[in-house]
């Protein structure tokens, strides 16, 4: 059976990464235990049994609190339970962490994190998270957008040929457009107005006409922005 050395053949290695991706190596060990329950110790304690350079004896105590502060991550994240039909040491896996039964499962929960579903309206969570989660980065973040498109148009009650920019400007301009904030100062209403019509010029058109590389991490962040927006347009449309 694999171990945390077949992972991370040196200490510096394991040393080296955060607890959630020390974590995430654990969980992984996890699934491919024998039996439904297991210790921390079955886990660390070959790292030292094999006596190797690659971990020094030295290492042994910031190794071990790395391994308990990934081990304790697992518990925070409701992926491992202390088994309530042992005594006191021994784990199993939750039925969310055992629902992570592959690399890729793990990999895409990964990736989820960095978009959680707390933090996105429900339309993006549904329709646009699964594409982000896919890999689907540019195309996720198209289609965020187009979720704001469509909700700024219908709540301003604009013509179905106003698109982008245009649409924006048109909805938010600070004199008369539909859904400016009328009680905000002008000034504010203006920066509303750029606001949107600034995030579909500059994340959503360039995705639409052309190949643009978009990060994991920039499609998760552009996801929020639309997100945000997709809120406060929900918003305005009631002051209406």
């Given at each position: 059976m694999a171990g945390l050395r077949d992972y991370l053949p040196h200490a510096d290695a394991l040393l080296s990464l955060t607890a959630e991706d020390l974590?995430?190596?654990?969980?992984?060990?996890?699934?491919?235990?024998?039996?439904?329950?297991?210790?921390?110790?079955?886990?660390?304690?070959?790292?030292w049994n094999a006596n190797v350079p690659q971990y020094p004896p030295h290492k042994r105590r910031p190794v071990g609190r790395a391994v308990a502060e990934a081990w304790q991550w697992l518990e925070n994240?409701?992926?491992?339970?202390?088994?309530?039909?042992?005594?006191?040491?021994?784990?199993?896996?939750?039925?969310?962490?055992a629902a992570l039964k592959s690399p890729a499962n793990i990999e895409a929960y990964r990736y989820g994190k960095l978009l959680p579903d707390g933090l996105l309206q429900e339309k993006l969570a549904t329709k646009v998270r699964p594409m982000f989660l896919r890999g689907d980065y540019d195309v996720?973040?198209?289609?965020?957008?187009?979720?704001?498109?469509?909700?700024?148009?219908?709540?301003?009650?604009?013509?179905?040929?106003?698109?982008?920019?245009?649409?924006?400007?048109?909805?938010?301009?600070?004199d008369k457009g539909p859904l400016r904030d009328k009680l905000a100062p002008p000034g504010e209403r203006q920066a509303l107005m750029e606001l949107f019509s600034g995030a579909f010029g500059l994340a959503r058109n360039p995705l639409s006409h052309r190949n643009v590389a978009v990060s994991r991490v920039e499609a998760a962040q552009l996801i929020g922005l639309a997100s945000y927006l997709l809120t406060m347009a929900g918003w305005l449309g009631v002051l209406r």
């Open positions: 974590g995430l190596v654990l969980l992984e060990l996890m699934q491919a235990v024998r039996g439904p329950v297991f210790t921390s110790s079955e886990f660390e304690m070959p790292l994240e409701g992926l491992v339970m202390a088994d309530p039909d042992q005594p006191n040491g021994y784990f199993c896996l939750t039925r969310k962490g996720a973040v198209v289609q965020a957008f187009k979720q704001v498109e469509v909700a700024v148009r219908g709540a301003a009650e604009l013509p179905e040929d106003l698109t982008g920019q245009k649409l924006m400007r048109e909805a938010f301009h600070p």
